[in-house]
């Protein structure tokens, strides 16, 4: 029921009271020419005029001001908050105007500053998005870029590594390498001179990358640039490390095993960088005797003026020499274990008698056993020599 209506419902009751009245004073006197009852009913009537008139009235001035104060409300809740709430009176439907008009100032102002926020926020995002679109392109450019590097890196490692063993009677040769992820400047060769002299070197190059298979490349041209002279291992070395010293400006140093080995004899002298000891595997009076041939030495690059020493090894019958880089013993499982030398002995005591080729499987699939799907950071490589 609307507020109009019930001013309206309230002067009719009124009404309905005095029309009640009067019929009550009929009643008492009975009489409707009585001054008293004249006088009555006049007054009675009049007041009924009157208060249907000010409920009219009052209706008037109650529903204006609210229809205009719903109307705004509605105004403001369709999201118009420009059109101002006025209303100049100094009742409280004025004061309810005025503080309707606060919030909607309120409103609108906060309003502004959301769309100011919003158009901010739109701008940085458009920023950021050109930004990473950005950072996107010179990620795939680097990608592309280290793709194409890792791929000259692998095809000069795959060159540095000898295409064929050589067959020799009496001798047992083979050699092989795993690469880890990363593009390591891993290197093995057997180089024979002549019917009776065989070369064999492996070596590792600290760095990774493009620059380390190319330095490998240069240690192996400086190998080959003295086999004809028939120079000592350990002049090759010293060679070989002035050369990188003076020529190579990375802080980047190689270690190496370089070997001379008589076929004929059985003897071998060799010269050591740095490089980890090989082991000498064979069967002695029903049981396994491993050894390793200590060369102690820094390694290359370090300084110009690093000596090395020549030492001895007479091959016997039945024996390995087991040739191999940190790769192999620094192997790691998702646990973080290493693979180690404990492990690594174990194994070529193992399977020692075995062909070389047989025996460099056993170690790379227990390696692969050992590894899982971990990726490795250094190439596995390992080479060797049997006198059968």
Request: proline content about 4%.
């Amino acid at each position: 029921m609307s507020i109009r209506s019930r001013f309206i419902l309230l002067s009719l009751c009124v009404t309905l009271f005095t029309i009640v009245v009067i019929f009550s004073l009929i009643w008492i006197y009975g009489d409707l020419t009585a001054p008293l009852v004249r006088g009555i009913i006049g007054v009675a009537f009049f007041a009924s005029l009157i208060t249907i008139a000010a409920a009219i009235m009052m209706a008037n001035m109650v529903i204006q001001p609210l229809k205009h104060i719903v109307s705004d409300i509605q105004s403001i809740s369709a999201g118009d908050l420009k059109q101002p709430i006025t209303i100049n009176r100094q009742d409280e439907f004025g004061q309810l105007a005025l503080h309707l008009d606060r919030m909607r100032q309120n409103l609108l102002q906060s309003r502004k500053q959301l769309e100011k926020l919003n158009a901010d926020l739109e701008s940085r995002i458009l920023e950021q998005t050109m930004e990473l679109e950005l950072r996107t392109v010179e990620l795939q450019t680097t990608s592309l870029l280290l793709t194409e590097e890792m791929d000259r890196g692998r095809m000069v490692q795959v060159s540095l590594l000898p295409p064929a063993f050589p067959e020799i009677e009496g001798w047992d040769i083979y050699g092989a390498s795993i690469a880890a992820e990363e593009i390591g400047g891993d290197y093995f060769d057997f180089i024979p001179r002549n019917d009776r002299e065989l070369n064999a070197v492996i070596a590792d190059v600290s760095g990774k990358g493009l620059p380390a298979a190319l330095l490998m490349a240069m240690v192996k041209s400086g190998i080959y640039a003295q086999i004809p002279q028939q120079s000592p291992p350990e002049i090759v070395l010293q060679t070989i490390n002035r050369i990188l010293c003076t020529a190579w400006t990375e802080k980047t140093f190689v270690t190496l095993f370089y070997a001379m080995l008589n076929t004929a004899t059985g003897v071998m002298h060799y010269a050591s960088a740095g490089h980890p000891f090989p082991y000498t595997v064979r069967g002695v009076n029903g049981s396994v005797q491993i050894d390793q041939l200590a060369a102690t030495s820094l390694p290359m690059g370090v300084q110009s003026d690093l000596t090395f020493h020549c030492h001895e090894h007479q091959f016997q019958a039945g024996e390995t020499l087991i040739l191999y880089n940190s790769g192999i013993v620094n192997a790691m499982n998702a646990k973080t274990d290493l693979f180690g030398f404990e492990r690594f002995e174990r194994l070529l005591k193992k399977h020692y008698h075995l062909p070389a080729s047989e025996i460099i499987n056993e170690v790379f699939e227990t390696l692969s056993q050992f590894c899982g799907t971990t990726p490795q950071k250094d190439d596995m490589t390992i080479s060797i020599i049997r006198k059968l």
